[in-house]
């Protein structure tokens, strides 16, 4: 995790790399403008025609009159919005002079929060397999008038983006169900966030079926981790969240291209404990819980077979057509733990639910579904303020009429070709008692990309954390 420290604007000419980021083509800076130095750089720029746009960049090595190695000026002009100043902070955190020493004095006369922020989610990589490459681990923040609380929730919430995309992108291998579950148990005891691990064993006593039918296939069993946040005073809100830490697609096997990117089928569930861990590291004020279940979707003489039935925690039967729509099963049974055990009246689910929702909005885009207009919107206005992309999508009585069984109270899959996104949570609305606010985001999209982010490197993304972290704190 990046390193952030605040100085005095003098600080800027002491360190061995500075950046400036300006809008227009003079120099701005207040410990540069007027001065030998100042007139020095001015005329650089002037002689590489520097306009200050935004995706300008000059560097100037050891600028006369300053004991810098490399003064970077970079462009923020026609910059408006905070996405546009958060990716102006990525691309720093990329420069090849950046990442050669790792540390850098900042001055950002404006949006520098938002500068720092997107510099923050770029400075990430997942390094514990190979030799690391270099990444940015220190900026000093000089001259700008940033509040110690606003850079401490800064670093909270991106730390636990890295923590997501660690989970995310660890190999399966490594991350069983359980050892995810403990890995979330330690981050979030940590932070004084109460968590519970409910084994397989526990799973049976509940009568969590379907839960436990995804994962029976598999050497590792499955377990769910439930995270208490808060006093306790009031009905909490729950983010439930799924957690196959490795999905084969189970007899339906799945294609091999691509399928090694199945370890981040727990996206879901990381996403879930990180916004958790995130708001008890910023004073939330309010009552969360989180139910995340984890299994793996596994083939052997003992996994679940296309036509055999399930019985949920909720006592609904299921006839499972298609056993690599595994994630529905286990957030099923998640929902109903959330509300009927844990007293929720408001439940937002997250998962790597479908495919199918990638055939309408890419891959940049979550989808969003739910029974709650309400909710629908908060969590639509979250994610505007969060800068990130979500989309909303129809469920309605001819989506759950497609789930009808001739042997079970439903099916999982009616084995249709189009509209699986909304069946898929059609089948989730289910298992959503009467008097609940339901919301459910499929980040099957954006949530692990191959090319990388503009914020994010190949891999997991740690995307719609932001947006949970402020619709939470907007719901208390």
């Known amino acids: 995790m990046i390193k952030i420290s605040t100085s005095s604007l003098s600080g800027l000419l002491k ?25 020095s750089i001015e005329r650089a720029m002037a002689a590489a025609s520097f306009g ?3 995706g300008d960049v000059l560097a100037i090595p050891a600028p006369t009159g300053t004991d810098l190695d490399m003064l970077i000026i970079v462009g923020a002009g026609g910059a408006q919005t905070p996405l546009d100043f958060r990716k102006i902070g990525a ?21 520098g929060l938002d500068v720092l922020r997107g510099m923050a989610l770029r400075a990430y990589s997942f390094d514990l397999y190979r030799t690391a490459p270099p990444v940015l681990r220190s900026v000093t923040i000089c001259g700008a008038d940033l509040e110690a609380a606003a850079l401490s929730a800064l670093e909270a919430e991106v730390s636990a983006i890295h923590f997501a995309r660690d989970l995310i992108n660890e190999p399966a291998n490594v991350l069983s169900p359980l050892e995810m579950a403990t890995r979330i148990a330690r981050a979030g005891e940590a932070v004084g966030i109460a968590v519970e691990i409910l084994d397989e064993g526990h799973l049976k006593a509940l009568g969590c079926g379907l839960h436990l039918g995804v994962g029976q296939g598999s050497d590792n069993p499955p377990c769910a981790v439930v995270m208490h946040l808060g006093p306790g005073e009031k009905p909490p809100v729950a983010l439930v969240g799924k957690g196959i830490t490795f999905d084969t697609g189970g007899i339906h096997l799945k294609d091999v291209h691509g399928m090694w990117e199945m370890k981040g089928d727990m996206a879901g569930a990381a996403t ?50 298609d056993p690599d729509c595994e994630g529905r099963l286990v957030l099923a049974d998640c929902l109903s733990y959330a509300q009927r055990a844990l007293g929720a009246k408001t439940v937002i689910d997250i998962a790597t639910l479908t495919y199918a929702v990638q055939i309408g909005l890419g891959t940049r885009y979550a989808g ?11 969590v639509i206005h ?8 979500i989309w909303p999508m129809p469920i309605d009585d001819e989506f759950h009429a497609e789930l009808k069984s001739d042997f079970a109270d439903m ?24 008097g609940t606010d339901w919301a459910h985001i499929d980040i099957a999209g954006p949530s692990y990309v191959g090319a990388g982010t503009a914020f994010s490197p190949p891999g997991g993304s740690g995307v719609i ?12």
Do not use: H
Not at 369 to 376: K, Q
């Open 52 to 54: 200050g746009m935004s």
């Open 272 to 321: 879930a404990a990180a916004t958790m861990i995130a708001l008890a590291k910023t004073g939330y004020a309010g009552d969360a819980v989180a139910v995340l279940g984890l299994a793996e979707n596994m083939i052997s003489g003992n996994a679940t077979r296309p036509g055999d039935i399930l019985t949920s925690y909720s006592g609904k039967t299921v006839e499972v057509r």
């Open 411 to 434: 099916v999982n899959w009616p084995g249709v070709k189009y509209g699986n996104a909304s069946i898929a949570s059609a089948f989730l609305e289910n298992f959503i008692d009467e």
């Open 15 to 39: 360190a061995k790399i500075a950046v400036v980021v300006q809008d227009g083509p003079g120099l701005t800076c207040p410990s540069l403008a007027g001065t030998d130095a100042g007139r």
């Open 91 to 111: 691309s720093i955190a990329l420069l090849p002079q950046v990442l050669k020493t790792g540390e850098i004095a900042l001055f950002a006369a404006a949006s």
């Open 368 to 378: 969003l579904y739910g029974n709650a207009p309400d909710l629908r919107d908060s």
């Open 382 to 389: 979250a994610a505007g303020q969060a800068s990130e992309k």
């Open 465 to 476: 954390i932001e947006t949970l972290i402020g619709l939470l704190r907007d719901l208390a």
